[in-house]
């Protein structure tokens, strides 16, 4: 009695074998993850969900520091604070230039002028590679939650450009009326303003 031992197919592609870089596999991007890669959209929420926690974080060194009066003890606090800041922000924007099959030490364009503005416009506007790359698979649709998050810092900058537009002139008329209102206390003419000078008059010959 014989066996037959089944031969493997010299035609199958290199992606049949189980290649993990090939075919649709993704994966589920960690928050503190300092690897990996991470989309738009989740590298935006990433950032909001980092600087919620550090404002926090922030809040309670000042409070500590108030309520015990101690400068020292606060500047303590936010170099600690600053330091893992940094590093979890570095490392969000390595893993969004290894989704764009790209280098971390582009994050190095930062210190260049004009250079990082356009690293900023690359990571903020460009789509990463689709499927696998060089740095892993490609991370998993993004889910209502970071949405959601990642909508927070636009709608804060326009709600803040509003309210600027706003108060800025407000509060530079304040600044008029409590000076002029200052002057009139201590017994001195408020100056006019150039736009509300009136026009010189003319002289006229006799």
């Known amino acids: 009695m014989t066996s037959t031992v089944p031969q493997a197919n ?4 290199s992606s049949a074998a189980g290649n993990p870089m090939q075919g649709d596999e ?14 738009r959209v989740r590298y935006l929420a990433y950032c909001c969900a980092l600087t919620l ?9 000042a409070v500590i520091g108030a309520v015990l009066k101690s400068p020292v003890l606060m500047g303590i606090g936010m170099v600690v604070l600053y330091i893992p800041l940094i590093v979890v922000q570095l ?17 190095l364009l930062n210190f260049v002028p004009l250079a990082n503005l356009g690293l900023a416009i690359y990571m903020l506007f460009f789509p990463g590679t689709k499927g696998s790359n060089r740095f892993g698979p490609e991370p998993v ?5 970071v949405i959601v ?10 709600l803040g450009g ?6 800025i002139p407000q509060y ?18 408020a100056l006019p303003d150039a736009a509300e000078a009136p026009a010189p008059v003319p002289a006229t010959n006799p």
Do not use: H
């Not at 926690?53 to 060194?61: C, D, Y």
């Not at 998050?149 to 326009?158: D, E, G, K, S």
């Not at 509003?162 to 108060?167: H, S």
């Open 10 to 13: 010299v035609y199958a592609s």
């Open 26 to 39: 993704t994966y589920q991007p960690q928050f503190l993850s300092l690897s990996g890669r991470i989309g």
């Open 53 to 61: 926690i550090w404002a926090v974080a922030f809040g309670i060194v």
């Open 91 to 107: 490392g969000f924007g390595r893993r969004r230039l290894n989704d764009l099959d790209q280098s971390g030490w582009w994050l």
């Open 141 to 145: 649709a993004n889910t209502a939650g």
């Open 149 to 158: 998050l990642a909508c927070i810092i636009p709608v804060f900058v326009f």
């Open 162 to 167: 509003i309210l600027a537009a706003i108060a």
């Open 172 to 189: 530079a008329e304040y600044q008029k009326r409590a000076k002029a209102k200052a002057a009139q206390q201590q017994g001195v003419p």
